[in-house]
């Protein structure tokens, strides 16, 4: 995936693999800094600005109000999201035929009695459906007297599917649903690319092609077509996951933060502190903590958005459409 990503790989190591409350702490780092940076660098003392009138407790009851209306409105937005899973029980009884059919499609793509029940082996053993017929289609092609240039194309394509797989299925081996591993490894299988590709070879080449090969390619496009709801479904549940374990942390933050700014409305005095400190005025020091704590509610959602938001942006196709830069060494001339 990363080889794929335009930009700065950090950035995007920051967005999805970082640790969420890595991320909360770097986001109310840099909301810390600014405070202090601006108090700092403005001709007018700080102890001076925040006497007149009154921005203190102007900044805290805004910050009350918009911490208690954020969380009521992010909770109950993740209830509306999580609510789909209920339904009565017609739709329950719908929802498990067709979860079981395609189970059942699946094990029958990787020559399996029973598809694995957890999520990554499910997938695992997707991705290995695909590289054993990647295998078995590089054998035909090399039992079989090809074109220079198909054959060139079939070896770099299966070399291409092979060496994913074996990168995806490494990383799915002890991967936990719940945890971010699992959809990363699905997302750094870039199946829409490889789906392309086989139907476009079998079409441009359909002439060249000898049964043996044409039936292990077109079982391959079968088993990589089969991924792609995959993938989806269980992305679907990874973000209800993530929305319940939001929810949570929000309630856990949201009191804290609320005591903080509301002792802070009711009993600071910025007239009480005109110390300094290591070169910062202790009023500057004292607001800036009680600002950042405040509004821990806000970086917690942010940081887990981010993820979100970023997953959805790069699996928003599903199936055969590329919407970004991706690996495109196979390509065949299309007349």
């Known amino acids: 995936m990363r080889e794929r990503a335009t930009g700065d790989t950090r950035l995007l190591w920051l967005l999805l693999d970082a640790d969420r409350w890595l991320v909360t702490a ?3 780092g840099v909301l810390f800094c600014g405070i202090l940076a601006v108090g700092l660098l403005h001709p007018t003392p700080a102890l001076t600005l925040l006497t007149r009138g009154d921005p203190v407790e102007t900044l805290f009851q ?3 109000t918009g911490t208690v209306t954020a969380v009521t409105l992010v909770l109950t937005l993740n209830q509306l999201v999580l609510s789909q899973e209920l339904g009565a029980v017609g739709d329950q ?5 067709g979860s079981m059919q395609f189970r059942a499609d699946v094990a029958d793509a990787v020559d399996t009695p029973v598809s694995p029940a957890e999520p990554s082996a499910f997938l695992r053993s997707l991705v290995r459906g695909t590289a054993e017929r990647a295998e078995a289609a590089r054998n035909a092609a ?3 007297a090809l074109d220079d240039d198909l054959a060139a194309l ?6 291409d599917v092979l060496t994913n797989a074996d990168s995806v299925t490494d990383q799915l081996e002890d991967g936990t649903f719940g945890e971010f591993d699992v959809v990363k490894a699905a997302l750094d299988y870039n199946y829409s690319w490889k789906l392309y590709a086989g139907r476009r070879i079998r079409e441009a080449y359909a002439d060249e092609l000898t049964d043996e090969i044409d039936d292990s390619l077109a079982e391959l496009v079968e088993t990589l077509e089969l991924f792609g709801p995959a993938r989806e479904h269980f992305k679907t549940l990874y973000f209800q996951w993530e929305l319940s374990d939001l929810s949570r942390t929000l309630l856990y933050v949201a009191i804290p933060a609320l005591t ?3 002792t802070s409305l ?3 005095d910025v ?3 005109v110390g300094v400190t290591a070169g910062v005025p202790d009023v500057l020091w004292l607001l800036a903590v009680t600002t950042t704590a405040s509004l821990l509610p806000f970086t917690v959602l942010i940081s887990y958005i981010l993820r979100i938001v970023t997953i959805t942006k790069r699996t928003l196709a599903i199936g055969p459409f590329i919407l970004r830069e991706t690996d495109r060494r196979v390509d065949v001339d299309w007349d």
Do not use: G, K, P
Not at 93 to 97: A, G, L, N, S, T
Not at 154 to 159: A, F, I, P, Q, V
């Open 142 to 144: 090399d039992e079989t």
């Open 62 to 64: 805004a910050l009350i």
């Open 154 to 159: 079939l070896s770099n394509y299966l070399e």
């Open 260 to 262: 903080v700014a509301i």
């Open 26 to 28: 770097l986001l109310s």
């Open 93 to 97: 009884r719908e929802r498990m035929d």
């Open 266 to 268: 009711l009993f600071l």
């Open 271 to 273: 007239q009480d502190f």
